[in-house]
């Protein structure tokens, strides 16, 4: 999707220099360069991928300060910065990653009180709640990653139902992965296998897309307990996303 968003960032940018008064064309264009951010630190080119998410961010940034009464420029800022601290993390920036993830929690937990709350800041939430556990257990505070943790599968659940999308349970079996290294690292070897248990079943019942057979082998292959480990069984799941992908 690389050119088609370049392209699309070209076109904004072009708008907004024509026609600067119109706050969607810059709208538009933080959301197509932030897109492109993502793509791209996926691929490990963090560098573009730092510049984008900054820009994006910076722009939404504007948007607020000249529309504080639209709560699409809100979401969507946090949204992005969650995003940007993605890449922040990968880059080992994990200060900076953790400043704008606490915009984003402050943003999405206000919203969660709201009555017009959306299934979306509640994911929201829980995203940021999980990179920020992730951060937290690299200093070695255990309990309080234990805790953030915890509290983002608290928002996930709520979500859960019939008509749940799978990134609901994707996003929850990732938790209890996290989960599992926690108590893992604590001596809690029983509830670590707990978890791991639960993030397979979670794995095991999602679509047969590439991505997540992709994300089952991975819990197969880095569980911490290397007996509920199945290099066998991740191969062959990764075969079969491969199989999957288009030419």
């Known amino acids: 999707p690389r050119e088609p968003l370049r392209g699309a960032i070209v076109a904004y940018e072009t708008f907004l220099h024509s026609r600067p008064q119109i706050p969607h064309y810059r709208f538009n264009l933080a959301t197509a ?34 529309y504080p009464d639209d709560l699409r420029y ?6 992005s910065r969650i995003v940007y601290a993605q890449v922040l993390r990968d880059r080992g920036e994990f200060d900076r990653a953790y400043q704008h993830l606490e915009i984003a929690v402050d943003h999405f937990e206000a919203q969660t009180l709201d009555e017009r709350v959306l299934p979306s800041h509640r994911e929201r939430l829980a995203e940021a709640l999980l990179l920020i556990g992730q951060i937290v257990v690299l200093d070695g505070e255990n309990d309080s990653a234990r805790e953030i943790i915890t509290a983002a599968v608290g928002q996930l659940q709520q979500l859960l139902g019939d008509d749940a999308i799978p990134q609901i349970s994707d996003l929850i079996a990732w938790a209890q992965f996290r989960l599992a ?8 070897k029983d509830v670590a296998r707990q978890h791991t248990v639960n993030a397979i079943a979670l794995r095991q019942a999602m679509p047969r897309t590439a991505v997540w057979l992709d994300s ?6 880095f569980a911490p307990d290397v007996q509920q480990r199945d290099s066998q069984l991740a ?3 990764l075969e079969q996303a491969t199989n999957l992908v288009p030419e």
């Open 216 to 221: 089952h082998a991975w819990l197969l292959l």
């Open 235 to 237: 191969a062959e799941l």
């Open 33 to 66: 360069r932030l897109n492109l951010a993502w793509w791209l630190n996926r691929q490990g080119q963090t560098d573009e991928a730092e510049q984008l998410g900054f820009e994006a961010v910076s722009a939404l940034e504007w948007l607020i300060a000249e």
């Open 74 to 79: 809100a979401d969507r800022d946090a949204e």
């Open 181 to 188: 290294w926690i108590e893992w690292h604590d001596g809690n």
